[in-house]
């Protein structure tokens, strides 16, 4: 038995550390897996909740690892189409710096 | 006891890789410190249970999508990030600000999640269960799902596409190549 609190405590760092990745980040892939980093924080939290409230005798708990399972699949998605928008700024631009990626049009 | 010892071994490599992925300028190296991240987070998925979900986290997470960056990163050629203005302004005020939230978030979860204890593989993640709500309580959106990943494998191919791919069929060559899509295969492939 430990306190829930450690895993929420071990997902909020693992969130933080996607937040400042993201903040401080110039390369482009790099910002891109701060954005996998706070969502596999997040999914921490969802799995310690649902056992907390299956514990707790809650009939819905599992849902939680439902939750963590299309989190999955969005993440996925997401950087199929991410990369491939990287790849297309790489190829109009021929940088991955952030900095000078600013503009809309070419 | 042995369970805080492992959830102490597995967090530490855990938050190690979190702090490594954040110091490494050369985006490789970021992503490798990212899969032990995500092995570590299955063996805290494990511990509470869910095997399933840490099965998912090992196959897709660590699996599939780590290798389409790292194939990424290998296609672009990328380097390391150069320091610039930006970056220093960034770290000046990122920092701090994500300091302060940290210690806010901190605080609230430790005052308020006192008393809750979870125990030692808590949930029941096998299979059987999971299935029983995907495909009863979660159809319609585990439907959505396949929709949502069927539009971003399409999305994905037109957009990583060359722009004259997409017009011409792929036998017909082109005379010369348009001036203004640059090579990405670098040096070692001689231009049409």
Known sequence: MIPLSCYLVLSGILFVSGVLGFLIKRNIITIFMSIELMLNGVNLSFVAFAAHWHMLGNVHALSGQIFVFFVMVVAAAEAAVGLAIIIAVYRTRETLNVDQVNLLKL | ?192
Not at chain 2, 62 to 81: D, H, R, S
């Open chain 2, 1 to 192: 006891m042995l369970h805080l010892a492992l959830f102490l071994f597995f967090g530490a490599i855990c938050v190690a890789g979190a702090v490594n992925l954040l110091v490494q300028r050369h985006p490789i190296n970021s992503a490798l410190s990212l899969v032990v991240v995500m092995a570590s987070l299955a063996g805290e998925y494990l511990l509470l249970g869910a095997e399933f979900v840490a099965a998912i986290q090992v196959i897709v997470y660590a699996g599939a999508i780590m290798v389409l960056f790292i194939f990424t990163i290998m296609l672009l050629n990328a380097g390391e990030e150069e320091r610039t203005k930006g970056s220093r302004v960034a770290i000046l005020l990122g920092i701090p600000g994500v300091a302060i939230g940290a210690v806010l978030v901190a605080w609230t979860l430790l005052r308020h999640s006192q008393t809750a204890s979870v125990p030692m593989f808590a949930l029941p993640g096998v299979p059987r269960d999971i299935a029983r709500l995907l495909f009863h309580d979660f159809l319609l959106p585990f439907e959505v799902t396949s929709i949502l990943i069927l539009i971003a494998i399409m999305g994905a191919v037109v957009l990583a596409s060359r722009p004259d791919a997409v017009a011409r069929p792929h036998h017909a060559e082109p005379a010369q190549q348009p001036r203004e899509v640059p090579e990405l295969v670098g040096p070692g492939k001689e231009r049409g």
